[in-house]
């Protein structure tokens, strides 16, 4: 059903093409020669449409986000939309599906034959893709309702696609759902608040809640997060989420970044750099997303989410460049550098999570170094594991959803820039070593917390925002990770 945030319905037909305001048909390349409409192309001589003259018009070479709109007034169609596919693949058709809901977003309903004779991953990519550049979110005085309401797929068996459908609706509102939590302005989503939609969360997806207070965090050692967290006026919190379904064997715990605003603390950011930092809690914001949907897509794994919870301020009391902080279990972190916060509320989850809740896998998710965005983007995320198959695992949840992801190393060479004279270790590398990479230098340090279980990390402090519109990204949060956690999930979280 369709809902008032401007994500449409959905629903799978065996045809005909008709009944929607805006009709949108593949176009296929033809290499030397012109590129052709693909399925759907019968529709065209009813609606009086010369699709050759069209496509030529535009130089259209059937590449995908390529879109030709024809103008129609007949048989109720206002709009006729020929998308370029490319080779097809879901990658090219989530491009593809994209690009035809941007451009339909002034009709009432859509109809596509975009997953007409093609799979199951590829008609779920289109589904998540239509869903997701549909997006928008905003905190205008009069916002005006989506236009778009329904969306009917033409495929080849309807009773089929209709559970691939339910599958992609349900991935698509989790990723919306943690996109609406990083936009949302940091004057509103303090941890209280975060807490507070988590509960609803659980109760809404049949999971169960428990958080932390401030008294409660410093009774049960969380030092880190408690040092992040005494800057601000609105103390920190530390959520956790279970879900348990019936013979659920294995245990994985996603642990997800939640600093609901960081200012840099004391080792303060320039004020165009802290523009962005309502989005901080992105890996949280995926967690809690990613759980929000367990249930209805039916996976077999327990799976407890974790998130720390803090705003970083820079306030009388904050922690200082220099202080020590005890970190959940006793261990020491010299702390140089008040901005580097992230992996000291990650410390604290990832030691809590491998000490008392005995899981057989661990993955954490952090807007977590502009180190990663560097070197890689803002389209790729970056993937840490301490072993092979994990990582693989991972980077091929990614690829099947849309979030994709790049293996970085873990360098041992580099471990003793973290050495301090002090503690345990330093929050950031030694300044005077010659050794760089930021990236892999923070995820050394979290690494120190989680033993030997398997382990992963993702830094998605390139992917987890967007500059602007851009295949199914839309400006603002993007909701990245929701998609690779929950394809690996539904796989069974190989590791």
């Given at each position: 059903?369709?809902?008032?945030?401007?994500?449409?319905?959905?629903?799978?037909?065996?045809?005909?093409?008709?009944?929607?305001?805006?009709?949108?048909?593949?176009?296929?390349?033809?290499?030397?020669?012109?590129?052709?409409?693909?399925?759907?192309?019968?529709?065209?001589?009813?609606?009086?449409?010369?699709?050759?003259?069209?496509?030529?018009?535009?130089?259209?070479?059937?590449?995908?986000?390529?879109?030709?709109?024809?103008?129609?007034?007949?048989?109720?169609?206002?709009?006729?939309?020929?998308?370029?596919?490319?080779?097809?693949?879901?990658?090219?058709?989530?491009?593809?599906?994209?690009?035809?809901?941007?451009?339909?977003?002034?009709?009432?309903?859509?109809?596509?034959?975009?997953?007409?004779?093609?799979?199951?991953?590829?008609?779920?990519?289109?589904?998540?893709?239509?869903?997701?550049?549909?997006?928008?979110?905003?905190?205008?005085?009069?916002?005006?309702?989506?236009?778009?309401?329904?969306?009917?797929?033409?495929?080849?068996?309807?009773?089929?696609?209709?559970?691939?459908?339910?599958?992609?609706?349900?991935?698509?509102?989790?990723?919306?759902?943690?996109?609406?939590?990083?936009?949302?302005?940091?004057?509103?989503?303090?941890?209280?608040?975060?807490?507070?939609?988590?509960?609803?969360?659980?109760?809404?997806?049949?999971?169960?809640?428990?958080?932390?207070?401030?008294?409660?965090?410093?009774?049960?050692?969380?030092?880190?997060?408690?040092?992040?967290?005494?800057?601000?006026?609105?103390?920190?919190?530390?959520?956790?989420?279970?879900?348990?379904?019936?013979?659920?064997?294995?245990?994985?715990?996603?642990?997800?970044?939640?600093?609901?605003?960081?200012?840099?603390?004391?080792?303060?950011?320039?004020?165009?750099?802290?523009?962005?930092?309502?989005?901080?809690?992105?890996?949280?914001?995926?967690?809690?997303?990613?759980m929000s949907a367990l249930r209805d897509l039916a996976v077999t794994t327990r799976v407890t989410a974790l998130v720390p919870l803090a705003e970083n301020m820079p306030g009388a009391d904050a922690t200082r460049p220099g202080d020590v902080l005890r970190q959940y279990g006793g261990r020491t972190t010299e702390v140089l550098n008040t901005d580097a916060e992230g992996r000291l509320v990650l410390a604290d989850a990832l030691a809590y999570a491998t000490r008392e809740l005995a899981p057989d896998v661990v993955v954490?998710?952090?807007?977590?170094?502009?180190?990663?965005?560097?070197?890689?983007?803002?389209?790729?995320?970056?993937?840490?594991?301490?072993?092979?198959?994990?990582?693989?695992?991972?980077?091929?949840?990614?690829?099947?959803?849309?979030?994709?992801?790049?293996?970085?190393?873990?360098?041992?060479?580099?471990?003793?820039?973290?050495?301090?004279?002090?503690?345990?270790?330093?929050?950031?590398?030694?300044?005077?070593?010659?050794?760089?990479?930021?990236?892999?230098?923070?995820?050394?340090?979290?690494?120190?917390?989680?033993?030997?279980?398997?382990?992963?990390?993702?830094?998605?402090?390139?992917?987890?925002?967007?500059?602007?519109?851009?295949?199914?990204?839309?400006?603002?949060?993007?909701?990245?990770?929701?998609?690779a956690l929950l394809r690996w999930l539904e796989a069974g979280a190989p590791a």
């Amino acid at each position: 059903m369709a809902d008032p945030t401007g994500f449409p319905s959905f629903s799978a037909t065996a045809g005909p093409l008709a009944g929607a305001a805006a009709l949108a048909l593949p176009v296929v390349p033809g290499g030397r020669r012109k590129p052709t409409v693909g399925a759907g192309a019968e529709v065209l001589a009813a609606l009086g449409v010369n699709a050759a003259a069209a496509l030529s018009r535009d130089e259209a070479k059937g590449e995908p986000g390529e879109v030709t709109s024809v103008p129609v007034d007949r048989d109720g169609v206002e709009t006729v939309l020929l998308a370029g596919i490319g080779d097809g693949s879901p990658r090219a058709l989530r491009r593809a599906a994209a690009a035809v809901v941007r451009r339909a977003k002034a009709h009432r309903s859509l109809a596509t034959t975009l997953a007409l004779g093609r799979d199951e991953a590829a008609t779920r990519a289109v589904v998540e893709a239509l869903g997701l550049a549909s997006y928008s979110f905003n905190r205008k005085s009069d916002p005006k309702p989506a236009k778009l309401r329904r969306v009917t797929l033409v495929v080849d068996e309807p009773k089929t696609a209709k559970a691939v459908v339910q599958r992609a609706a349900t991935a698509v509102r989790a990723v919306r759902l943690a996109r609406d939590l990083a936009n949302t302005p940091s004057l509103e989503k303090s941890p209280a608040w975060m807490a507070d939609q988590a509960r609803t969360i659980a109760d809404t997806a049949g999971l169960d809640y428990d958080v932390w207070d401030e008294q409660r965090l410093t009774a049960d050692g969380f030092g880190g997060i408690l040092g992040v967290g005494r800057g601000s006026a609105r103390p920190p919190r530390l959520v956790r989420l279970d879900y348990t379904p019936a013979g659920a064997g294995r245990h994985v715990v996603l642990v997800g970044k939640g600093i609901t605003f960081d200012s840099g603390g004391l080792s303060l950011k320039p004020a165009d750099s802290m523009v962005a930092m309502k989005t901080d809690m992105s890996g949280g914001a995926a967690v809690l997303g990613a759980m929000s949907a367990l249930r209805d897509l039916a996976v077999t794994t327990r799976v407890t989410a974790l998130v720390p919870l803090a705003e970083n301020m820079p306030g009388a009391d904050a922690t200082r460049p220099g202080d020590v902080l005890r970190q959940y279990g006793g261990r020491t972190t010299e702390v140089l550098n008040t901005d580097a916060e992230g992996r000291l509320v990650l410390a604290d989850a990832l030691a809590y999570a491998t000490r008392e809740l005995a899981p057989d896998v661990v993955v954490d998710l952090a807007t977590l170094t502009g180190a990663a965005t560097v070197g890689l983007g803002k389209r790729h995320g970056a993937l840490f594991a301490n072993g092979p198959r994990l990582a693989d695992a991972l980077v091929a949840a990614g690829d099947a959803g849309g979030d994709t992801l790049w293996p970085m190393p873990l360098v041992d060479a580099y471990r003793d820039t973290l050495a301090s004279p002090i503690a345990d270790q330093r929050n950031i590398g030694d300044p005077e070593s010659h050794y760089m990479g930021g990236a892999i230098v923070a995820a050394l340090f979290l690494q120190a917390f989680v033993g030997n279980v398997p382990w992963a990390h993702l830094d998605i402090a390139g992917p987890a925002r967007a500059d602007g519109d851009e295949d199914e990204v839309t400006k603002g949060a993007t909701g990245f990770g929701v998609r690779a956690l929950l394809r690996w999930l539904e796989a069974g979280a190989p590791a």
